[in-house]
Nanobody, 126 residues
Framework: QVQLVESGGGLVQAGGSLRLSCAAS????????MGWFRQAPGKEREFVAA????????RYADSVKGRFTISRDNAKNSVYLQMNSLKPEDTAVYYC???????????????????WGQGTQVTVSS
């Protein structure tokens, strides 16, 4: 099993930036693809970004492409989400997620993200 703890959320003005962090423990972090998801009130949880095990490949939702950057530091067992040019519609609880280290499929296949953090609130004011 892996434990995931998100941090870095907060209140920011539109156009501002935030950097979310996710610390992993209790598992083989470098063997897991990692992703960020978000959920706004009344909406389903949606995919934001994903990164492959070695950090070579990334995938983004169209709504955040060009504004958000996912990265990872396997030596620190951490994954990050740099969020720039934030918009009010980015307001949501952001969740860090991990694929099983035994899954050998696509890192961006959202159906295989089975481990979740507790979430961190991001609020963007207009």
């Amino acid at each position: 099993q892996v434990q995931l703890v998100e941090s870095g959320g907060g209140l920011v003005q539109a156009g501002g930036s935030l950097r979310l962090s996710c610390a992993a423990s209790g598992g083989t972090f470098s063997s897991r693809a990692m992703g960020w998801f978000r959920q706004a009130p009344g909406k389903e949880r949606e995919f934001v970004a994903a990164i492959s095990r070695g950090g070579v490949s990334t995938r983004y939702a169209d709504s955040v492409k060009g504004r958000f950057t996912i990265s990872r530091d396997n030596a620190k067992n951490s994954v990050y989400l740099q969020m720039n040019s934030l918009k009010p519609e980015d307001t949501a609880v952001y969740y860090c997620s991990a694929q099983s280290p035994y899954y050998s499929g696509s890192y961006y296949y959202t159906g295989e993200y089975r481990y979740w953090g507790q979430g961190t609130q991001v609020t963007v004011s207009s």
